[in-house]
DNA sequence: CAGTGGTCTAGACCACGCG
DNA sequence: GCGTGGTCTAGACCACTGG
């Protein structure tokens, strides 16, 4: 039989204080987090049933749903009836609806081709080391790519990564056009959540001949800081978009 | 007593299927939100209590406390534990973190001051009365304005309302800095959700002379529906920012 | 103090997916 | 048929608020 990882060793009704209260069901959560973040579980797995968690943490259904419940709505993680609950994994359909908010101006949705324009390994700059938050000594590795809707030349990007966490990044390996799920599933990092930060700025010389659009144009610029599940920052992209035929679209309240 | 105003007749065991299957906590909440549609609770008022609307409506607590917590997840309400549940208000606070996205290089959040520069009933453009979903006949009033941060001149706007919602607006009073407050207020109208559609796009001349800026220089348009909460339009707005010392924020994931 | 929402439990039945 | 998540109920106790 499994052994028993109850939840809190007393759990008598009137219990001495613990420093930090902390809710059952959060504590259920960040068990079930830490699984993820351990890779106990992986993307595409299925978890054990409520009831199987509910009894191997010493605690009811209602709080494992609770705090299931929690993380699907992160998504984290995702539930089908009758089946089970899974892992959320990076499908095109993820990238697609959940990272890439670059729409048609007639509101469809399509993930872009990638051209690789140049990849190194380099000293990160002081500002690249404080957006991904790095150690001295840390170096990262740095490429350029150019993407493509139906062929026509869009969006000019500069994308950062850790070389900490990504060995053999683009020397042993040429980057995929779905680069979130290639990092899950070639180094076992889940980009969870994302900050964005756009600006209207003008095209450099070098963005117009590469767009082909008009000297000095206006691109929207899509600065973004990726992060893991334990919010630690995992990429950070630069993107320059030619907004003529194609909108950033967002939802508020 | 009060009447009791059960939610469903026949709840009996193995009641006759209903067209459309609809669970207990999704009736609630359809109760609950045209209650907040209809205006009986109006912002800032305090709901009665879980105990109480259970009882009303013939369920049990732990059902109205799902329909009110996906409401509270919705930011339609709020809760405040020892107090009760309340419906949100359009205040400073909402404005500034819910539906305004632009803030300085720094991270600083502000509203920035408005100025009117013109204001004027229409009749719509095809765009127009597409975008407000009118009926033929119906009217708007339209008004541009400028906004400033720390008296610099950094956004040009131009708006457009249902004149059917809004009567006298424009003509009897000015327009005040927060509209989706006085929306409120005034009109009893309530913005609970917003799309926005980003570009970059070139300055007009007009835009140039106002924002102080160099010629055809680069501005981030935000093209924004604001819906009420029965998710029919209320306001169309397009705001062309100068983003040289400010940036859009969006959370993703 | 009484009343509110917040947490937690236990158990029932339903709806779905698969063998 | 069986196991899964989804809904619903009933009741207990806790934590917070205000008078």
Redesign the pocket.
């Known amino acids: 039989m499994a052994q028993k990882a109850a939840v809190s060793a007393a759990?008598s009704?009137?219990a001495t204080k613990t420093k930090k209260?902390q809710?059952?069901?959060?504590?259920v959560d960040n068990i079930i987090r830490q699984r993820l973040i351990d890779n106990v579980w992986k993307p595409g797995d299925?978890?054990?049933?409520?009831?199987?968690l509910?009894d191997e943490l010493?605690?009811?259904?209602?709080?494992v749903?609770?705090a299931?419940?929690d993380m699907v709505t992160e998504n984290l993680l995702f539930?089908?009836?009758?089946?089970?609950?899974f892992v959320s994994e990076h499908t095109e359909r993820r990238a697609l609806f959940l990272y890439f908010s670059i729409v048609g101006n007639d509101g469809s949705r399509l993930l872009p081709e990638s051209n690789i324009l140049s990849c190194e390994e380099k000293i990160p700059t002081p500002e690249e080391a404080e957006k991904l938050q790095l150690n001295q000594g840390d170096m990262i590795v740095q490429f350029r790519r150019i993407r493509f809707f139906n062929n026509a030349p869009t969006i000019v990007e500069t994308i950062s990564l850790p070389l900490e966490h990504f060995p053999g990044f683009g020397t042993d390996v040429e980057p995929p056009n779905n680069l979130f799920r290639f990092y899950q599933s070639a180094y076992g990092i889940t980009v969870a959540k994302a900050e964005e930060h756009l600006k209207a700025v003008r095209a450099s010389a070098e963005e117009t001949d590469l767009l082909g659009i008009a000297d000095g144009a206006p691109l929207l610029e899509i600065d973004r800081i990726a992060k893991m599940l334990d919010s630690r920052p995992v990429e950070w992209r630069v993107s320059h978009c030619d907004t003529s035929n194609y909108r950033y679209v967002a939802e508020r309240g």
């Open positions: 759990n009704n009137k209260s809710t059952l069901y959060q504590k299925a978890l054990p049933s409520e009831m199987q509910a010493d605690v009811s259904q209602g709080t749903r609770k299931l419940n539930r089908r009836q009758g089946l089970g609950t």
